[in-house]
């Protein structure tokens, strides 16, 4: 049946990443973490975790056990570690905000919880990297959206490499006096491998085929889009080793992500003129809600490169490195895997629900799984409100923020909810919802292949 | 078959942005009983390969390089009954297809919508009967569905990125 094709556990690395959304959404808008707290206090990690690894990371694992296959067109190797990973990354983030709540006072337990988290996280990434890479491994030569995703990977590693590291820095068993002062000037080094490695390469990567795949778009290489993935690279592998080598050496790292950010400037604008030229050569000339909801999340990414741009330029980076994160966070990241998601979540219930009785009964078009008309005003409101939040972060006005936190936290909630009505085919006429041979699909979990 | 194939070159007429089926159609009719027919275009003829089917053809096609394709059209009685004759056809079984009853061309659909036709294409078709989809790309999703329904295929990817399947229906419990 249609369900070999399907990766099991993707809807609940999905579901368990909303949750963490929501629940990090919550907390901004009532205040908790920056700005109401200091950009390194507890409180914001906790928050920022919450976003990076529950929202964002769990979302893209969960993303990539369904496309890795469909992009290298080869099956998933070791599926049944999906469920591991899905443990391991829950149990490992739950510690690691636990590890925070100590350090801020909030939680009083003597028990190790950055330590566990510190080693259950990477033991989590380490099996979703094993999964993916031996998969790409053997689809070699890969496919270019599949050469992003193996680069991203690799930022994983360094990223989960680092965080593991802060983790035993802070709860003191590391006792490396140099090692921890050199932590200020690592922590920049482990954003960006994972805002700019892991999730954004990775995310591109994935465009690359998805967009021309629902624009109906030619998708054969373009020289351009080698160049980004060329470029790109090199931005990360600047960062990688250049910042180390650079801290080895005692000198700043300033020259590093000098070079980085000119490298990956360079990719951003060929990124654009891919885009563009998706967009003009579309064979399917009316956009659906997913594509168009994309391109909030395309104008946040620009946006948070001229912001950066400025910022650098004024001096002012550091003051306001908390609206650049917000904007790149919500804006761009989540708001390009909420629009996504609005289609990727129909498509694979569509498959699972009327795959088996495909060519022989009447099913509905995978359009009929949402209500575009309705949701449209979510997606607007949603960027409306990380737009005024992230304007609201540069005028330092706490209240405004926290009210455009809010408007983005209704936005969300109403799109998981319209997730949850296509995931129960609420939306289809009683007529075509359920023919003979097809049953409701369960909320978190494909049903198995079978075979 | 002892006849050399009858030749026909119609990539000047395809370059100058003609039209060269009458003239293929003349050639077919100068045909000798039991010769071949080469055709040599810009592009791979698909639909030359229904046309000339019905008039009992067997098509043999392979890139020659620079885009173009030699086709040669044998007649059915004549043609030596092996897969070797579809060298463009990577082949998944052994034995003679059928000539495709039917060509869907599902290249400019949306996702799932290709799978959807072609499904519904083969559920129409007699049991042991081959039908011809395009697709938009590799049907990754379509390959383990067919196989399940008790349907076999041949696939191969175009020179213009989509994809042209063969499948041939089940016989006995056909795919149903």
């Not at chain 1, 109906?216 to 993935?229: F, G, I, K, M, N």
């Not at chain 1, 002012?316 to 979540?345: C, D, M, N, P």
């Not at chain 2, 002892?2 to 050639?27: K, T």
């Amino acid at each position: 049946m249609i369900g070999a094709s399907l990766s099991r556990w993707t809807m609940a690395f999905f579901a368990v990443s909303l949750v963490c959304l929501i629940l990090a959404e919550t907390l901004m808008a009532v205040g908790y973490g920056f700005p109401s707290h200091a950009i390194e206090a507890p409180e914001t990690l906790v928050v920022v975790h919450l976003v990076a690894i529950g929202w964002l990371s769990l979302l893209m694992c969960g993303a990539l056990f369904q496309f890795v296959p469909v992009l290298v067109a080869k099956p998933l190797w070791r599926p049944f570690l999906a469920l591991p990973v899905l443990a391991c990354l829950m149990a490992g983030l739950g510690f690691l905000l636990a590890g925070f709540l100590q350090l801020a006072g909030t939680l009083e337990s003597d028990l190790p919880f950055l330590i566990l988290g510190g080693c259950l996280l990477p033991l989590g990434f380490a099996m979703a990297i094993w999964i993916l890479g031996e998969t790409l491994w053997r689809a070699r030569p890969l496919p270019l959206p599949a050469r992003f995703v193996a680069t991203g990977l690799i930022c994983l590693l360094v990223l989960a490499f680092l965080g593991s590291l802060f983790a035993h820095l802070l709860s003191g068993w590391i006792p490396a006096e140099r090692l921890a002062a050199e932590r200020g000037r690592l922590v920049p080094l482990h954003a960006a491998m994972g805002i700019g490695g892991w999730l954004t390469f990775s995310a591109v990567g994935v465009s690359y085929r998805l967009l021309p795949m629902f624009m109906l778009a030619p998708d054969h290489e373009r020289a351009t889009s080698r160049w980004v993935w060329l470029s790109g690279s090199a931005a990360l592998l600047a960062l990688g080793l250049g910042v180390l080598l650079e801290l080895a050496l005692g000198a700043s790292t300033s020259l590093s992500f000098g070079v980085a950010g000119i490298c990956g400037l360079v990719a951003l604008v060929l990124y654009g003129t891919d885009l563009a030229f998706f967009y003009r050569h579309r064979k399917r000339r009316q956009l659906e809600l997913n594509i168009k909801a994309s391109g909030g999340a395309f104008a946040a990414l620009f946006a948070s490169a001229l912001l950066c741009g400025v910022l650098v330029a004024s001096g002012t980076l550091e003051r306001h490195v908390g609206a650049l994160v917000y904007l790149v966070f919500f804006g761009w990241l989540s708001g390009l895997a909420l629009s996504q998601l609005y289609k990727i979540v129909p498509f694979l219930t569509w498959l699972e629900c009327y795959g088996p009785v495909m060519g022989r009964k009447p099913t509905p078009r995978v359009q009929d799984l949402v209500a575009e008309r309705r949701d449209g005003p979510w997606f607007i409101l949603y960027f409306a409100g990380v737009f005024a939040a992230t304007g609201a972060l540069l005028a330092e006005e706490l209240t405004l923020f926290r009210l455009g936190s809010a408007v983005v936290c209704i936005a969300t909630l109403a799109i998981v909810v319209e997730l949850v009505l296509a995931r129960r085919l609420a939306n289809v006429s009683a007529s075509l919802r359920l023919p003979e041979g097809t049953r409701l699909p369960r909320l978190f979990m494909a049903a198995s292949g079978g075979r | 078959m002892n006849q050399p194939p009858y030749e026909l070159d119609v990539r000047p007429i395809l370059r100058d942005g003609g039209e060269p089926f009458s003239a293929i159609m003349q050639a077919v009719e100068a045909l000798a009983p039991g010769q071949s027919l080469r055709l040599l275009a810009t592009f791979k003829p698909l639909p030359l390969f229904q046309v000339l089917g019905a008039r009992g053809f067997q098509p043999a096609a392979r890139e020659i390089g620079g885009g173009d394709w030699e086709v040669l059209f044998m007649p059915v009685d004549a043609a030596p009954s092996s897969a070797e004759q579809h060298p463009a056809v990577p082949d998944s079984t052994q034995g003679d297809w059928p000539l495709p009853s039917i060509e869907i061309d599902c290249r400019d659909l949306m996702p799932p919508e290709p799978m959807v036709k072609t499904l519904e294409a083969v559920e129409a078709i007699a049991p042991g009967a081959t039908l011809v989809a395009l697709l938009p790309r590799e049907p990754r999703f379509l390959f383990p569905e067919i196989e399940t329904r008790g349907c076999l295929w041949r696939g191969e990817q175009q020179p213009d990125g989509s994809y042209r399947i063969v499948i041939r229906r089940g016989e006995g419990t056909g795919a149903a």
